[in-house]
């Protein structure tokens, strides 16, 4: 319904930073939540973070919480999420999705990698 290619991954040592971004198409991503996931080898897809349609409200993955930031500018149409000290641990494939409400998320980007070297 909403196409969202995501950017931005890359390889980076441990305690260094990345930003990744979102850019949706095909339909504004005002009104719909947002959130990033990301999937490891041989590992179940986890939530990291969401925000809230008008960014009003934030979640974080334990994992996470305090070192990843994400942020949306509905202007823009565009999510991000600032990685910073990032761990080996870290080492996934980025997922970016949308969904309305308590709904599930149903639109999804395609990946990006992030490789985390220690």
């Known amino acids: 319904q909403v196409q969202l290619v995501e950017s931005g991954g890359g390889l980076v040592q441990t305690g260094g930073s990345l930003r990744l971004s979102c850019a949706a198409s095909?339909?504004?991503?005002?009104?719909?939540?947002m959130g990033w996931f990301r999937q490891a080898p041989g590992k179940e897809r986890e939530f990291v973070s969401g925000i809230s349609w008008n960014g009003a409200s934030t979640y974080y993955a334990d994992s996470v919480k305090g070192r990843f930031t994400i942020s949306r500018d509905n202007a823009k149409n565009t999510v991000y999420l600032q990685m910073n000290s990032l761990k080996p641990e870290d080492t996934a494939v980025y997922y970016c999705a949308a969904r309305l409400g308590s709904l599930a998320y149903d639109s999804w980007g395609q990946g990006t990698q992030v490789t985390v070297s220690s």
């Open positions: 095909g339909r504004t991503v005002s009104g719909y939540g």
